[in-house]
């Protein structure tokens, strides 16, 4: 019955598309335009203490090798708080830190806010017990919810 309620769960949510979830990418509609939502994004990490690393924009990249990319640009970001206690439950979880959100407008115009899903990174790296996956994947999804929120 868990299985069958599950996949109705799994159905709802990719038809509706509002949010899907494949290979452990979380990815969320955004209503603003891809730069605004990027910057929203990074302005509420800054604000909550979050350390920025780097900001990347693959169709800036793309433009300097002649070639045309709609947005996508890439925010990695992190804090040791967060980031360590993770690592604390499996160190090979370090190859998938710091953090990093995806924002990128599709080819029908739709923006995306997408981040690695927390729990498929744990199970990754036989950490799925660890009791920082909860309180760092509410985190980040709250981010992404408040990014998003006109």
């Not at 209503?31 to 800036?60: C, S, W, Y």
């Not at 920082?132 to 408040?146: C, N, R, S």
């Amino acid at each position: 019955m868990k299985r069958i309620v599950a996949a109705v769960l799994s159905l709802f949510i990719l038809v509706s598309g509002s949010a899907w979830a494949a290979d452990g990418l979380v990815a969320v509609k955004s209503p603003l335009a891809a730069k605004e939502t990027m910057d929203r994004f990074e302005a509420i990490a800054k604000q909550r203490g979050l350390v920025i690393f780097a900001r990347v924009d693959h169709a800036a990249g793309a433009a300097k090798v002649g070639k045309s990319l709609r947005p996508t640009e890439v925010l990695i970001f992190g804090n040791p708080q967060g980031g360590t206690p993770f690592m604390e439950c499996a160190q090979s979880v370090g190859i998938d830190l710091p953090l990093k959100v995806l924002v990128w407008q599709d080819a029908a115009g739709q923006v995306w806010l997408g981040y690695n899903d927390l729990a498929f990174i744990a199970r990754r790296h036989g950490a799925s017990q660890c009791p920082a996956v909860e309180t760092l994947g509410k985190a980040l999804a709250g981010l992404a919810q408040t990014a998003i929120t006109p």
